[in-house]
């Protein structure tokens, strides 16, 4: 009975393999007809349920198959959104590091083929950097008014009275009216604060927890305090010499070589200690080896306007005479003389980028430069004139007139009419100074010390192998021995910090000219001709000087042949190509047969 | 809370009201959350202020004022326990770290430097010869046995331990050429006495003699020998090239071709049919097993001592000649070699490839071996000691790490193949340092001074003499070759490339 059943299951089957293939105009009527031989078959089915048996395993075989191809999507939908996620472009722009140059030509394949493995390698870490600034976990600060209230009216208890306290108890003064007025330094992981009065009172102190390190009197002027490379060092520029001290207040180093040292900078990836004195000396002081670098005589007087760039390590000195000139240990004139101010200049200050710089004068205007092309960007007038200028982190600039601190927001946009933040300090102002990493900023005065909080300065998020302000004594050391051991020579100190990393593309002359200087003497000059000397009486000076300007036409003649020769064939060449370009004018258009 | 921000003015109202209305102890830490809806904001306004202790972000508002401080909780930055690593959170802005270049330059120079002074890659001396070391094979299956064959007996050598592990006479006089199984269970040597024996790798037990498996007499004397990567047969030179199967005694092929004596013979480790050997007219011939003449030879100008199949590139091999050289030639293009590696200052005796196939190592008659890259023409490295006599035979172990040398004053001796490695297991930070240095060197490798540290090399006083020395006479006859060329009819005197020079012909 069951080989019965089979051969009434196979006759339809072998009926289906000899139609026509279906097409999808037929779909309906065909779908009709199997209908109703399905319902015969069911019919037959019922009468034998092994051979429903058999059937559904075939259909489940077929569907299995389905399945099979269809195994890549399980669901059967495919990806709407296939790949990774695209990374914004400004995102990605934040982090691109040069310009990608062309590839080599095809016959140096293995040449292009590291190129194009190394900017395949690039763009990776590129867009990975890009990704990974999402996961970064503090969000800048800010400060908004009402819709006409405006931000430098809001005060500092305002502030402190809509933060939390951790954040209130930024806002804090000291009151030091004995020795004032003071100068400040923070340390670049902004952790630890560095005051320096102008009548000897030096003090450092741990300025978020207000634990202080240590406090004497040098029982000198102070011109300028610094923190050198870690909390543990500072060095103050005294009376007479520049001395050293360490956080506990004990005199290290007494550096004779450093006098009348007014304005000091910290260099803190070269290690180098840079003062410029009162008698016009730009020195330069190797911290991690005690040794003076290069002392440069500017030749410029007086100097106590001092600034660094923090992207290229050059330091930026302003005269009386309204100049600013930049400088490094490797050159003993000025790489740039800058006229900024009609008066003397002020005050200077660069920001973190290194693009733009900030000038002020006695001329009572703030001036705004980009330093990358030396452009004038924005000119201000301020009444008073501002004294210090200090740039933050997020490109906030404060500048103080007398004994008001205005901060200013994004001066190289869109002229700014209006400071961002205000604050009137109780003495005149002497040093101001952001803090990094904290929207706080430092103002010493005549009566001793403010920490104002100006939301929005200060870089929220750290690198924790960079500076991290909250590093223990474990990671600093191993910090200072990694930064030690990259400490970057003084020579490398340029305009233009990338470029070690760029092809040195010396032209055919340039290494010509090195050639000749590395030689002594010129390889490839032409010998010079001398007559050789001959006999009955043809050695004589007029024929000698005769046979002497025949050769030197002769040469001449042969320049000039070269020259023709090659104007002719630039000639040819042209016209070859114009004819040719004629040519395919003439087959291109289809319209111009409807030219008149 | 950036889009939140932009809320309707009735929104804060309303909640400046309730702030009025709620205790007082709020007023100095209010933290505003808006939203949309006013009935919501008020509900939410009193559920927040209740939550507001846990918020530490400051996000507030007052006199319609919006101000956020930076206000970092330490737990977030500071480890948790003693126990725990350090957080370090990173933050990769450009503007961040600045002077990456000078930065990175500086890194790679002191990688430089610390690659130089931990260059030590002498690791042991095996002595216990009693006369000089001929010839060495590898064990194919274990890495720590090596055997050595001298010219009067012959050891096997554990490498782990530095110690002789078994001793036997095999030959009358000299040990030529020695070779292991491809199953690593037995080895053959030939010797002066114009034998082939073949050994059992295995230590016979106490009290059995040290006899060998097999011995074959040979009518000459045999120079090297080989086995095939797979199959039971060697093959052995003297005065002709003989292939044998070994379960025969008489050799199935034998090939010559107008030359009394060969040097070396080797197969190729890839195309296990195809062999190799040197002769002493100069040439170099090609076999095919499968073939009853030889498949072509190429003639230089001097001998070749060796030759070495490259394991990874099939068609390649380099021979070690005679006039200072080493040639590696594409077997398929035997009319000039494709690279020609100078810097030896005496005939080149022995060379053997590195497994990767990347460099090789060559032994010389100078007293020094050099590391060569097999598309450099210049050595990458150069090992010498003091006590180093003419280096006679070299082999590169199967693990990359190492390089045995064995030399004329009966000793032989281990090196780092890469002098200034970390040897043992590293942890995976070093690792990662490792290769990080090792990106530096390579990304700066073209700055002056990274290049003069790196190439620096300390040479024998005799050796750096000599090179200079050669430099000239080089220097000499190209002077003069050009002064010639310059001199005489243009065309009359072609330039012949140095690849060239070395090849006299090509025979087929």
């Known amino acids: 009975m069951a080989a019965s059943s089979e051969t009434m299951l196979k006759k339809p089957h072998v009926g289906k393999k000899r139609k026509p293939p279906t097409r999808y105009w037929e779909g309906t009527e065909e779908e009709g007809k199997n209908d109703g031989k399905k319902q015969k078959e069911g019919d037959n089915n019922e009468q034998t349920p092994q051979q429903n048996n058999t059937r559904t395993k075939k259909g489940g075989k077929r569907g299995g198959k389905r399945g099979g191809a269809g195994k890549k999507v399980i669901s059967g939908k495919s990806d709407p959104f296939p790949g990774s996620a695209p990374v914004p472009e400004e995102k990605l722009n934040k982090f691109k590091r040069g310009v990608k140059g062309e590839l080599p030509p095809r016959p140096q394949y293995k040449l292009r083929d590291v190129v194009i493995r190394s900017e395949a390698a690039s763009d990776l870490a590129q867009k990975q950097n890009a990704r990974y600034d999402l996961m970064l976990p503090e969000d800048a600060g800010f400060l908004e008014g009402d819709e006409d209230e405006d931000t430098c009216t809001i005060s500092q208890d305002d502030i402190v009275d809509a933060v939390d306290i951790t954040a209130g108890a930024k806002y804090f003064s000291l009151t030091l009216s004995q020795f004032g007025p003071y100068r400040l330094d923070y340390s670049k992981t902004g952790r630890h604060l560095l005051l320096g009065g102008r009548r000897g009172h030096v003090t450092c102190l741990d300025w978020q927890s207000k634990q202080l390190m240590c406090e004497m009197n040098v029982m000198e002027t102070v011109n300028d305090v610094k923190w050198l490379h870690s909390e543990a060092l500072f060095a103050v520029a005294q009376k007479k010499w520049l001395y050293i001290y360490d956080n506990k207040g004990i005199e290290l180093h007494c550096i004779r070589k450093f006098n009348d040292v007014l304005r000091m900078q910290f260099l803190p990836y070269h290690f180098l200690l840079a003062t410029a004195s009162a008698t016009g000396f730009l020195q330069y002081l190797d911290v991690s080896v005690g040794k003076e670098v290069v002392a440069i005589c500017t030749k410029a007087g007086r100097l106590d306007v001092m600034a660094h760039n923090p992207h290229n390590a050059i330091i930026h000195l302003g005269h009386s005479n309204g100049t600013v000139t930049l400088w490094t240990p490797n050159q003993r004139e000025p790489l740039v003389k800058m006229l900024c101010h009609q008066g003397g200049v002020r005050s200077v200050a660069v920001d973190k980028t290194g693009t733009y710089m900030v000038t002020s004068g006695m001329d009572k205007k703030l001036k705004v430069y980009d330093i990358r092309a030396y452009r004038p960007l924005q000119s201000y007038f301020l009444p008073a004139g501002a004294s210090c200028l200090s740039l933050s982190q997020r490109g906030l600039l404060s500048a103080a007139t007398g004994d008001i601190v205005q901060v200013y927001r994004d001066v190289w946009g869109i002229p700014v009419t209006k400071p961002y933040m205000a604050h009137r300090a109780k003495g005149s102002v002497w040093g101001v100074h952001f803090c990094p990493f904290e929207d706080v900023l430092g103002v010493g005065h005549g009566e001793g010390f403010t920490s104002m909080v100006v939301p929005g300065a200060g870089e929220p998020n750290f690198d924790g192998l960079d500076a991290n302000p909250y590093r223990s004594a474990k990671q600093r050391q191993e910090w200072e021995v990694k930064a030690l051991l990259e400490k970057i020579q003084p020579e490398l100190i340029g305009l233009d910090p990338s470029q070690l990393s760029q092809v040195d593309h010396s032209t055919w002359e340039q290494r010509h000219v090195d050639r000749v200087q590395v030689l002594g003497f010129d390889p490839l000059a032409k010998e010079k001709f001398t007559p050789r000397l001959k006999t009955k009486g043809r050695s004589s000076s007029g024929k000698v000087e005769k046979r002497k300007k025949q050769v030197a036409h002769e040469d001449q003649r042969d320049v000039i042949r070269q020259t023709v020769e090659d104007r002719m064939k630039i000639d040819k060449e042209r016209k070859e190509k114009e004819k040719k370009k004629a040519a395919a004018a003439g087959q291109k258009s289809a319209l111009d047969r409807f030219r008149k | ?508």
């Open chain 2, 1 to 508: 809370r950036r889009d939140s921000s932009g809320t309707s003015r009735s929104n804060w109202k309303i909640n400046t009201m309730i702030m009025k209305t709620n205790n007082s102890i709020y007023l100095c830490r209010q933290s505003f959350f808006p939203s949309r809806n006013s009935f919501f904001s008020l509900i939410f306004s009193i559920f927040f202020f209740l939550m507001e202790s846990l918020v530490c972000a400051s996000f507030i508002h007052i006199h319609a004022m919006k101000v956020k401080v930076l206000s970092r909780n330490p737990d977030d930055y500071v480890r948790e326990t003693k126990l725990d690593i350090q957080r370090v959170p990173r933050n990769y802005d450009p503007s961040l770290h600045p002077f990456e270049v000078p930065r990175e330059y500086t890194r790679a120079l002191n990688a430089t430097k610390l690659e130089r002074v931990f260059a030590k890659p002498f690791l042991a001396s095996l002595d216990g010869h009693r006369d000089g070391v001929n010839c060495m094979a590898k064990h194919p299956k274990s890495l720590s046995t090596m055997l050595s064959g001298s010219c009067d007996g012959e050891v096997v050598w554990n490498l782990t331990k530095r110690e002789c592990v078994r001793t036997l006479q095999a030959h009358e006089g000299f040990v030529r050429g020695m070779v292991v199984r491809f199953c690593g269970t037995s080895f053959f040597t030939v010797g002066d006495d114009k034998t082939i024996k073949q050994w059992k790798m295995e230590t016979p037990g106490y009290g059995e003699e040290e006899e060998p498996l097999n011995t074959i007499l040979g009518k000459s004397v045999f120079t090297s020998i080989d086995h095939h990567q797979k199959e039971g047969v060697f093959v052995t030179c003297g005065q002709q090239v003989d292939i044998w199967d070994e379960q025969r005694s008489s050799p199935i092929r034998s090939f010559s071709w107008g030359v009394d004596s060969f040097s070396c013979v080797r197969f190729n480790p890839v195309e296990t049919e195809l062999l190799a050997s040197c002769a002493s007219d100069r040439s170099i011939v090609l076999y095919d097993m499968r073939e009853a003449t030889p498949l072509k030879k190429v003639i230089m100008n001097m001998r070749s001592n060796t030759l070495c199949w490259n394991p990874m590139e099939a068609y390649n091999f380099t021979c070690s000649n005679e006039d200072y050289n080493l040639y590696t030639y594409d077997m398929r293009y035997l009319d000039k070699p494709f690279t020609v590696h100078m810097d030896h200052v005496s005939a080149v005796l022995d060379v053997d490839y590195s497994p990767t196939g990347k460099e090789f190592v060559s032994a010389s008659f100078d007293k020094t071996i050099r590391i060569f890259p097999k598309d450099s023409g210049h050595s990458r490295e150069v090992y010498h000691t003091k006590r180093m006599q003419h280096v006679i035979s070299i082999k590169w172990s199967s693990d990359n790490k190492y390089i045995l040398s064995a030399s004329d004053e009966m000793n032989i001796r281990l090196w780092k193949a890469n002098a200034s490695e970390k040897l043992g297991l590293l942890a995976p930070r070093e690792k990662a340092a490792v290769n990080y240095s090792q990106k530096l060197k390579e990304k700066f490798q073209h700055h002056p001074q990274i290049r003069r540290i790196s190439r620096h090399r300390h040479l024998p006083k005799s050796i750096y003499s000599q090179s200079k020395e050669l430099r000239v006479m080089k220097e000499a006859r190209r002077r003069k070759e050009r002064n010639v060329r310059k001199h005489s009819k243009p065309g009359s005197m072609p330039v012949v490339t140095e690849k060239e020079k070395h090849v006299v012909t090509v025979v087929k």
